[in-house]
């Protein structure tokens, strides 16, 4: 048996008026494909009205660390040291020699600033240790600040591996870890050297 349901129209209107509408079949166009449900699904999915500010939102929320200012008592450790190393690194260039001090960066102050003296033997150029034969350098962990691009401070990154060159007038030390490539690392940004 078949009920007819009735609908209370406000204002009185005729409660039956589109009745016949009702039990018609959906139309479907005989000229066009009929669309998928994916692909009407798609015409209410959500869009990004603001390109870009996924982004922005996460780089707001990345975190960076405070770069740490050294006491006297830490630069005076960096200075001994880096003295350490370029004296392996002498005596890795000149097996059997007694390594001079004068020239290093104890001698120099605070993180090998000021001028170094060369090599006697006219190897290596003023302000540069030489890297040792076979890239046989000492070892070490060195520890430095990298300062972010995007936003004010940075990331602490640690690094074992060969010391191939000390470079003093670029204020640099080349390092070789085992698999990597070679890695350059600013003196003024080291926070820790470990002797190894």
């Known amino acids: 048996m078949y009920m007819k349901k009735v609908y209370a129209f406000p204002g009185g209107e005729d409660p039956h008026r589109y009745e016949d509408m009702l039990l018609l079949p959906h139309h479907q166009s005989a000229v066009r494909p009929h669309m998928s449900m994916r692909d009407r699904?798609?015409?209410?999915?959500?869009?990004?009205?603001?390109?870009?500010?996924?982004?922005?939102?996460?780089?707001?929320a990345r975190l960076t660390d405070r770069r740490l200012e050294l006491s006297e008592e830490e630069r005076s450790r960096l200075d001994e040291a880096l003295a350490e190393l370029e004296a392996a690194m002498k005596s890795h260039d000149h097996p059997g020699e007694q390594p001079d001090l004068t020239g290093t960066a104890a001698g120099r102050g605070a993180a090998g600033k000021g001028s170094a003296e060369g090599d006697s033997s006219g190897k290596s150029s003023p302000g540069?240790?030489?890297?040792?034969?076979?890239?046989?350098?000492?070892?070490?962990?060195?520890?430095?600040?990298?300062?972010?691009?995007?936003?004010?401070?940075?990331?602490?990154?640690?690094?074992?591996?060969?010391?191939?060159?000390?470079?003093?007038?670029?204020?640099?030390?080349?390092?070789?870890?085992s698999g990597h490539n070679v890695q350059v690392i600013p003196m003024d940004e080291i926070s820790g050297i470990e002797n190894m």
């Open 41 to 60: 699904a798609a015409q209410f999915s959500p869009f990004a009205a603001l390109t870009g500010y996924e982004e922005v939102i996460d780089e707001t």
């Open 128 to 177: 540069q240790s030489s890297p040792g034969k076979g890239n046989a350098g000492p070892t070490a962990r060195i520890t430095w600040f990298i300062p972010d691009t995007q936003k004010a401070g940075g990331r602490y990154a640690s690094l074992s591996g060969r010391i191939i060159k000390i470079d003093h007038d670029h204020r640099c030390i080349h390092m070789n870890p």
